[in-house]
């Protein structure tokens, strides 16, 4: 079955579309991108994903040449046409053709949709294992395409035994390179960076949800040194929603499911949608 995307300025097969080899997303890997789930035929949360498409683009100096709603239009005739059961729509401004491979000159959108596992209904026990890395991302407020150092780091990872990585810098948590990262204190706080990291859709659910269900929670600076005291902990994104972490480094998370805070807001995440 074919799939469709859209590039170049219109609706066509994935295998026909293609991208410059002077574009700046080849020469330099100047872009951004946001990246949303579809349940049937449902885009979820697709204004929060705009919003900070639009922010990123914004940030990184590159117009849109299509309004929000032109682009809600494009994707909702992928999903008709596409007809996949859950799936994830890749939205990508590219920088446009360059011919000195510097100048930003007509940036462009690129949408490509694709199948993804949908979510099981309650959150998997299994927690991963994350390995610290100090690195700060450039502008770290923006979803750009640049993901050099995750990719240059996955031996790295593989070698420490770990699932992930999860950045920090002078001492203060950020984030994994796909994710934001939450601590549960042993005072029953919840806890996640609140600048220098890219703030997640996810993540602004979770925040929402605390203060609806009056679950004790702050967005402030989180020292490394707090992980070894840690209650629970895990990891949210649009496609993981919540990843329980069971050990950072050499120390060990272990929660206690049943009265687990996690699995709490992984429900609430699920009516959500």
């Known amino acids: 079955m074919s799939i469709y995307c859209f590039a170049n300025n219109q609706i066509q097969i994935i295998e026909k579309a ?6 700046l997303l080849v020469q330099r890997g100047y872009g951004i991108f946001d990246f949303l789930r579809v349940a049937g035929d449902k885009p979820l949360f697709i204004d929060d994903h705009l919003d900070r498409f639009f922010h990123s683009a914004e940030k990184m100096r590159l117009t849109i040449p299509q309004t929000r709603e032109d682009i809600k239009n494009i994707v909702k005739e992928l999903i008709h046409k596409n007809q996949m059961s859950y ?4 939205m990508i401004i590219a920088g446009g053709d360059a011919p ?14 694709a199948p993804l596992a949908e979510p099981t209904l309650h959150l998997p026990t299994t927690g991963i294992k994350l390995a610290t890395y100090s690195y700060q991302r450039q502008i770290p407020d923006v979803k750009t395409t ?12 593989k070698e420490q035994g770990a699932d992930d990585i999860l950045y920090h810098h002078n001492g203060a948590v950020r984030e994994c390179p796909r994710s934001n990262f939450f601590l549960l204190t042993q005072h029953n706080v919840l806890v996640t960076a609140h600048e220098h990291m890219l703030k997640g859709v ?7 949800i605390c203060a609806q269900y009056q679950i004790p929670f702050e967005t402030r600076e989180v020292s490394i040194a707090e992980i070894q005291n840690a209650k ?11 990843i329980p972490v069971h050990q950072i480094d050499n120390y060990l998370v272990k929660p206690n499911y049943k009265d687990s805070l996690a699995v709490k807001i992984y429900d609430l995440l699920t009516n959500l949608e």
């Open 18 to 23: 293609g991208v410059p080899v002077t574009d």
């Open 87 to 90: 799936s994830g729509i890749r």
């Open 202 to 208: 996810t993540r602004k659910n979770i925040l929402q």
């Open 146 to 157: 640049d993901y050099l150092m995750a990719v240059w780091l996955q031996p790295w990872m």
């Open 232 to 242: 629970e902990a895990f990891i949210t994104s649009s496609t993981k929603r919540i």
């Open 100 to 113: 000195d491979g510097y100048t930003i000159e007509h940036p462009h959108l690129i949408v490509i949709q």
